[in-house]
């Protein structure tokens, strides 16, 4: 093997009250893919950080090409060959795709910016990635995935050795998967370096050659990806026996009838949006769990959305508890019970300006008006209840929560409506881009919800998922909900897959 491109060697890094990095070592080599793995909170986050300049590291050393560097912010990185794409593509989609590609780096002349040298680098580095498409068009027509590829062109124009992709497939279905895979095979064969970041463990051992594994801010190891089962993986991961999940699969699940003898908590007769889904009929009981099925853009987060009045229906009705009731927006949901936490915890959900104890206390005191503040000893108190219950690390609720992991930050969008005790839960992609143990934590409580006779409405792009913790499952394709399967004995990942390929029952 060549000699490594990239070193980090006993990389450390602390905050007040928190080791996050404590001698870390990481070493990549040019042509490769190499998968940077560990829980939520394991110190993946500030390793990147570290390597772009936006933390200054505490100790340890970095060397690129054999020479020590030391970057005073990510720019500098980039300058030198380190350009990274985060889970959140950071681009405008207002702006069209060549703006964003080249966005603060365009050609000029005599002060003026050259459109036609704009638009012909654009192209050149999207044909690089095999994507044909009208650079001219505004990036926000595109999908998540087109989005994914002209933030890697944007990153590869600074002449990239190392590229960083962080979470890059959290919002994409398998064939744009597969199509980002294949750029990656391409950039690995031009001798760039890839650091991949992701929870998904099958991806890992399709394109990653090694792979690093941290734990608690410390490196548990380096390996070949081929020489380590996914089993070792998840124990190098969690350093403990994954045995949460299996619990969850084994327990006795109540059977559906049971549940729904009584008046359903939350029902829909008809409930559409034109545009949006079709009309459609749900029924949720007491401590029943339904789950969403379908593809991206089948209508899952539609219903989820009118269900909570974030989205107005324009047809059918809703009861609550049997009686009809009208949401004309979110406060209104909150007042008959209804939580809802979104599929975009950071846009959608959490106020990253504001502190950890700040998040949690949003949704009550909405429900009480800004009139009537909740008194901070009782905010203390609450806060402290559910950091502890929920295990939201680190247990300092003054920090601002953008510190805070992907996982702990759920866990925090959790909290923040488990205090206003709601009878219906509605979980959109509450484990989307969280490790497996904070995935296991989330599911887990999920049953503990139902078992206290919560409804919950739970929607997941992992079918696996979906059919551990639903008592039935809805399917929708189309934005239409074709099927609703009990989650019998008999129900499987590939009878649902049967009923949304069909548009009905498999």
């Not at 100790?59 to 985060?86: K, M, N, R």
């Not at 207002?94 to 654009?122: K, M």
């Amino acid at each position: 093997m060549s000699e490594p491109l990239l070193v980090m060697r006993g990389i450390g890094k602390r905050f007040p009250g928190v080791v996050a990095l404590d001698g870390v070592d990481l070493r990549l080599y040019p042509g490769e893919v190499h998968a940077l793995m560990g829980e939520n909170g394991a110190g993946k986050s500030t390793l990147i950080k570290v390597l772009t300049g936006a933390y200054h590291h505490d100790q340890g050393e970095i060397t690129l090409g054999g020479e020590s560097v030391a970057f005073a912010g990510p720019h500098q990185a980039q300058q030198a060959g380190i350009s990274t794409v985060y889970q959140e593509i950071n681009l405008c989609p207002n702006l069209s795709v060549a703006e964003n590609v080249l966005i603060g780096r365009a050609p000029t002349r005599f002060g003026r910016i050259r459109w036609s040298a704009v638009r012909r680098r654009a192209e050149e580095l999207l044909d690089r990635l095999h994507l044909k498409i009208d650079v001219g068009s505004d990036l926000g027509t595109h999908s998540i995935a087109v989005q994914q590829m002209v933030a890697i062109a944007r990153a590869l124009d600074v002449d990239a050795k190392v590229l960083v992709l962080d979470e890059p497939t959290s919002s994409l279905d398998a064939s744009e998967v597969d199509q980002l895979f294949g750029v990656m095979r391409g950039l690995k064969e031009e001798g760039i370096a890839i650091l991949f970041v992701t929870h998904f463990l099958d991806q890992v051992y399709e394109i990653a050659d090694r792979m690093t594994v941290l734990r608690n801010g410390r490196r548990v190891g380096e390996y070949r990806t081929a020489d380590l089962s996914q089993l070792d993986l998840v124990g190098a991961m969690i350093g403990k026996e994954l045995a949460a999940l299996e619990d969850i699969e084994e327990a006795p699940r109540r059977e559906v009838a049971a549940l729904e003898r009584g008046t359903p908590v939350v029902s829909a007769d008809g409930l559409g949006r034109n545009g949006a889904i079709a009309p459609f009929s749900l029924a949720i009981h007491k401590g029943e769990v339904v789950g969403l099925a379908g593809l991206l853009g089948s209508g899952r987060t539609e219903v989820a959305r009118l269900l909570f009045g974030a989205d107005h229906a324009d047809q059918g009705k809703i009861a609550v508890d049997g009686e009809p009731v009208a949401l004309r927006g979110p406060q209104s949901a909150m007042r008959q019970k209804i939580a809802y936490c979104p599929e975009n915890r950071r846009t959608d959900g959490l106020v990253e300006e504001l502190t950890v104890r700040e998040n949690i206390i949003l949704a009550l005191q909405a429900d009480r008006g800004w009139a009537r503040p909740v008194p901070r000893t009782r905010q203390d108190e609450l806060v402290a209840r559910y950091v502890k219950a929920l295990d939201i690390r680190p247990a300092d609720p003054e920090i601002p929560v953008r510190n805070l992991s992907g996982g702990n930050q759920q866990k925090v969008l959790l909290a923040r409506w488990l205090i206003t005790e709601p009878k219906l839960m509605i979980l959109d992609e509450p484990t989307r881009g969280i490790d497996v143990g904070a995935k296991a934590e989330i599911q887990k409580l999920v049953v503990e919800l139902s078992d206290g006779g919560m409804a919950v409405l739970f929607i997941s792009a992992e079918l696996e998922e979906v059919l551990r913790l639903s008592h039935k499952v809805a399917v929708l394709r189309d934005r239409k909900l074709v099927a609703e399967l009990d989650n019998t004995d008999g129900l499987d990942t590939d009878r649902v897959m049967a009923a949304i390929a069909s548009g009905g029952v498999a």
